[in-house]
């Protein structure tokens, strides 16, 4: 069935580092992919989406590419800042028109001043 | 103000006790969401809604129930609450199309003693 795997954290950076966070996912057809991000206490917030493949979200200085050919939505950032602290999840829409999306298990960012 | 609202933000009650979780959202969206989130599970779809007297189960439905009689509110109850039913629980909505993402509330922390 469709999945979504995200690497594992946390992930610890020091202020102004560069920060990649892998995500790969199964599906049968080209779902849209979506990052959100979750500070804490709050709920999850959209950072960025990608509809088809090749497009690149971006949001906030993160980027993701949509790459069909190594199933892959990994998310960036060229400078991360002590405010990016926080839980980041990879998502894909569900099969059917059912609204669902599919999530990965979350990555925790750490990052140091 | 528009958005996606939940409350109470923080409960604590009883096992056996009944408790509703209400979520209240005012962009009209047809599909509505509840989610539990607890360590080491991420996030797991409880029930969902398509439209208003539409709804449907999703991953763990057991000792849950729904109701949806207007779209703009989708309450969750807990007919006898469990300890193993601590947890943060968040609600969502969305448009409900394959490239439209979904937008949270902030959450309830439930905590059953």
């Known amino acids: 069935g469709n999945s979504v795997t995200q690497m594992e954290g946390p992930v610890t950076l020091s202020e102004e580092a560069f920060l990649t966070i892998n995500c790969t996912y199964t599906?049968?057809?080209?779902?849209?992919l979506f990052w959100y991000v979750q500070y804490p206490g709050e709920g999850l917030q959209l950072l960025l989406k990608?509809?088809?493949?090749?497009d690149k979200g971006s949001n906030k200085g993160f980027e993701a590419t949509y790459r069909k050919e190594t199933t892959s939505f990994h998310l960036e950032k060229g400078s991360v800042q002590v405010s990016d602290s926080a839980v980041y999840f990879c998502a894909q829409h569900g099969s059917g028109n059912t609204g669902k999306l599919i999530f990965g298990q979350g990555t925790t960012l750490q990052v140091k001043p | 103000d528009a958005g996606i609202t939940q409350s109470p933000r923080y409960k604590i009650t009883e096992t056996g006790r009944q408790v509703t979780l209400m979520c209240h959202q005012t962009w009209s969206h047809s599909y509505m969401f509840w989610y539990r989130q607890d360590l080491g599970h991420g996030l797991r779809l409880i029930y969902y809604s398509a439209a208003a007297d539409i709804t449907d189960k999703g991953e763990v439905p057991d000792g849950y129930v729904v109701s949806r009689s207007k779209t703009e509110n989708f309450p969750l109850t807990l007919e006898s609450a469990t300890r193993s039913q601590t947890s943060v629980y968040f609600c969502?909505?969305?448009?409900?199309?394959?490239?439209?993402?979904?937008?949270f509330g902030d959450g309830t922390r439930l905590s059953i003693l």
């Open positions: 990608a509809t088809k493949a090749d």
């Open positions: 599906a049968t057809g080209y779902p849209s």
């Open positions: 969502a909505s969305s448009e409900g199309a394959s490239n439209q993402p979904q937008h």
